[in-house]
């Protein structure tokens, strides 16, 4: 941040714009508290005016400082955090994950896909959103329901990714930035269901796609800005459904499971490991934000230099990932994440590459069930072809002409070809071999069928 200069819009008593006096930052280290001014944060409270309820909390509460080993990285710290709050499958790696993801500069950042948290009740989702949130709580990050209206999720994405507003509307610069982070606890099916949810969630994942406008009803338009990490926690596989597919496209996974699910070794490693079992909400998270800043923007934004040297490092790193089994729309939505791993835990390229590959493996094998996730591409598939059907019979609707589709018929070569195609686009994460497909394409009503040597798949109504 060194040499930044930013110039807040004021108004004067004749509701005329001037300019206040630019803050500038020198090559000095800046202390939290400076550090919060620039990126637009209040500054820590004045202890001479704490509430007695703030008062309260420092006796009810323990203090994140009390578990916190300033021997170790910040990494080291939010998985140590991570662990010690909830037993996930394959710590090692989804911790990992799990921690970039929260340590992740959105800044900085172009492309940030949704972290979903998976499991059923009483897995360790709440917990696990709530360190998350505990640790970025002061710097951006806000929990919402999945009854949180749209209107309330846009306001917060503009609220707390930028620092000035002309008319209610945020100055699209980059210096107007402040880091971000959105919690969405419980999410529901019916959640996604708002198309105006669905595309904060859908365009919100890359700043190239961020920008999305409303009508207001009155001849004017309200446009509102999506991009930002965003994290639900969900018990619902909603997202394996066919419609919901584009969010699926646009998500990492951390998988939950039932303590119970795990091995006895696995369960007594944790307890060893973990010394004492830690409580999010008997944690008083203040100050932990500063951790988060100064891994950032410590020694003159070191960090954030090496972050923008590693992004130009894109195509060599794809090439790396791609030749060790990472399809090319995993790797494009994990990158930014990817980057922050690599610099988090100070691992060399081909360590970061070989993390990310057994993540995606293992979400492969349990995230998505080969057979709901092979009929729910094959679906996707089939699109192709009734679209142009259903299209038909509107326009024949429209026209008083009773119609309906009774039968369908595709090419077995054609249907394999677009099978082949979309699997590559859709970043699907599981193989499938011939006879899954002919039995997924079975539940879904089809049977094959052979007309002058070619095998064709036939569906009736």
């Known amino acids: 941040m060194n040499d930044l200069k930013l110039s807040p819009i004021e108004k004067d008593e004749n509701d005329e714009d001037i300019a206040t006096p630019a803050v500038e930052v020198m090559n000095d280290k800046p202390t939290p508290d400076e550090l919060k001014a620039l990126l637009g944060m209040s500054a820590a409270p ?142 529901k099916e019916f959640f996604f269901r708002d198309p105006n949810r669905f595309a904060l969630f859908r365009c919100g994942w890359d700043r190239s796609e961020e920008v999305q406008t409303i009508s207001m009803g009155n001849g004017e338009n309200l446009t509102f800005y999506t991009f930002c990490p965003k994290i639900l926690s969900t018990v619902d596989t909603f997202m394996l459904k066919s419609e919901f597919s584009e969010l699926y496209r646009r998500s990492l996974f951390i998988k939950t499971e039932h303590i119970d699910k795990f091995s006895v070794e696995a369960k007594a490693n944790w307890y060893t490991e973990s010394i004492e079992a830690l409580e999010p909400d008997s944690i008083n998270w203040t100050g932990a934000d500063e951790k988060f800043l100064d891994f950032w923007h410590g020694d003159n934004d070191a960090n954030l230099m090496e972050f923008a040297k590693l992004r130009r490092q894109h195509g060599n790193l794809k090439k790396q990932a791609l030749s060790h089994g990472m399809t090319e729309h995993q790797f494009k939505g994990s990158f930014d994440v990817l980057c922050t791993t690599k610099i988090l835990f100070n691992m060399r390229p081909q360590e970061v590459i070989e993390l990310y590959v057994s993540y995606f493996d293992f979400i492969k094998k349990s995230v998505v069930p080969e057979s709901e996730g092979l009929i729910r591409l094959i679906q996707f598939v089939v699109k192709d072809w009734t679209d142009p059907h259903e299209l038909a019979l509107y326009n024949m609707q429209a026209q008083g002409v009773k119609a309906k589709l009774d039968s369908l018929r595709i090419k077995a070569s054609e249907f394999k070809s677009k099978y082949e195609y979309y699997k590559t686009q859709q970043g699907v994460m599981f193989g499938a071999s011939e006879n899954l497909i002919i039995q997924a394409m079975n539940e879904l009503g089809f049977h094959t069928d052979k007309h002058q040597g070619t095998i064709y798949w036939i569906w009736n109504k």
């Open 46 to 187: 004045d202890s001479t005016k704490s509430s007695r309820w703030s008062m309260f909390d420092d006796v009810a509460l323990q203090p994140y400082s009390d578990f916190w080993d300033n021997s170790l990285t910040l990494g080291e710290n939010y998985v140590s955090l991570i662990n010690r709050c909830v037993l996930l499958p394959e710590k090692d790696i989804q911790s990992k994950i799990a921690a970039s993801y929260t340590a992740v500069h959105s800044i900085a950042s172009r492309v940030l896909p949704m972290l979903a948290i998976l499991g059923a009740t009483g897995t360790g989702k709440s917990a696990l959103t709530k360190v998350i949130a505990g640790l970025r709580e002061q710097n951006g990050a806000n929990t919402f329901g999945s009854t949180s209206t749209f209107a309330s999720l846009r306001n917060a994405v503009n609220k707390f990714r930028f620092k000035q507003f002309i008319d209610n509307q945020p100055i699209y610069e980059r210096d107007n930035e402040k880091p971000c982070l959105m919690v969405i606890a419980d999410v």
